[in-house]
Structure formats: structure tokens, C-alpha cells
């Protein structure tokens, strides 16, 4: 696997995620799912549990770790656009988890760390 930093920010993270989620047994419902209210990075399925994940990248320290920087408004505008595609897709009945996967990138490749159930409560 080439570990080196992505040409397009965001894709190879999104795709270490991806393959990581999918080695921990999840399926991906969908990738970069966007409404008026927000974004959504991936989502997933964890048995009868739909994941809303975000993923978030960091070259450097300089600005904080990758998963300092999911913020309480980032984290509002992720559990808004969650209740558009779950209503969307038919799965406002389904329990939901939200999900981070930090990747932060050192001079050996990226650093995976994927916190489940992020956003506590939601």
C-alpha cells in the first residue's frame, strides 16, 4: 500500500477508511453524502446499526490532531445532515452510531485511529 501523502486531500483518507471499516466488517452505504445541511464523509452498516463516520486528515500537529479538529459545529452539521439521509434512505427507525476515523500523517505514513460511538449520546 502506498502510504505516502494524498495528491487529493481527503481521497486516500477516505479511502484508508473505508478499507478499514470494511476489514472490521462494515459495509459502505455511501461516500461523501452531501445535503443542504451538511455533509457526511462515509456511511456504513454495522449489522442492524447505520455509522455515520467522519473522517478527518492531518499532515501536521501545528493545528491540533486530526480528531481535535471534529468540532461541536462540525459535529451539528453531521448529526443534521444523518436525519436528511436517513429519512432519504428509509432508515430514521434503524439505531445509529457516529463514528470518527483520524488519520494523521507522520513521516512513516498515516496514523488510523477510529473512535466509535464519537459523538456520545448524538
Same mark, same amino acid.
Given at each position: ?39 457526511? *464523509? =462515509?456511511? +456504513?452498516? #454495522? ?9 478527518? @486528515? ?5 493545528? %491540533? ?33 457516529? *463514528? =470518527?476515523? +483520524?488519520? #494523521? ?9 477510529? @473512535? ?5 449520546? %448524538?
Amino acid at each position: 500500500m502506498d502510504t505516502s501523502r494524498p495528491s487529493r486531500p481527503g481521497q486516500s483518507g477516505e479511502d484508508l477508511a473505508c478499507a478499514h471499516l470494511q476489514a472490521s466488517g462494515l459495509s459502505i452505504l455511501a461516500r461523501n453524502y452531501r445535503c443542504r445541511r451538511g455533509e457526511i *464523509d =462515509v456511511v +456504513a452498516r #454495522d449489522g442492524s446499526t447505520v455509522v455515520f463516520v467522519e473522517v478527518k @486528515e492531518r499532515s501536521s500537529t501545528s493545528h %491540533g490532531t486530526a480528531i481535535e479538529a471534529v468540532t461541536a459545529t462540525k459535529r451539528r452539521r453531521i448529526l443534521l445532515a444523518a436525519r436528511f439521509f436517513a429519512a432519504r434512505e428509509g432508515l430514521s427507525e434503524s439505531p445509529a452510531r457516529f *463514528d =470518527v476515523i +483520524a488519520i #494523521d500523517w507522520g513521516p512513516d505514513g498515516p496514523r488510523l485511529r477510529h @473512535e466509535k460511538d464519537a459523538f456520545g449520546d %448524538g
